[in-house]
């Protein structure tokens, strides 16, 4: 639950806030322009590659290819609020 914004904002609460808006993060642009509002499914898709949902995105993270994991951690993401 919270927690300092230092590679990325926290996400304990991500689920149904809008990209780019946690208080305290130096968020690119494309993710303040790209006004998501995260859902299991936004999140599912985003997690496969980051920068190509979201282009010019600064997310320095290469995504997860295999479905299950993404699931999972879609899973483990919901449960903890």
Do not use: C
């Not at 806030?17 to 599912?44: C, L, P, Q």
């Amino acid at each position: 639950k919270g927690g300092n914004a230092k590679q990325g904002p926290p996400l304990y609460g991500v689920m149904g806030r809008t990209s780019g808006t946690y208080e305290g993060f130096g968020y690119s642009e494309a993710n303040k322009n790209a006004a998501i509002v995260w859902s299991d499914k936004h999140m599912y898709e985003y997690l496969v590659n980051p920068k190509k949902y979201i282009p010019g995105t600064k997310m320095v993270f290469a995504g997860i290819k295999k479905e299950k994991e993404r699931a999972d951690l879609i899973a483990y993401m919901l449960a903890q609020g």
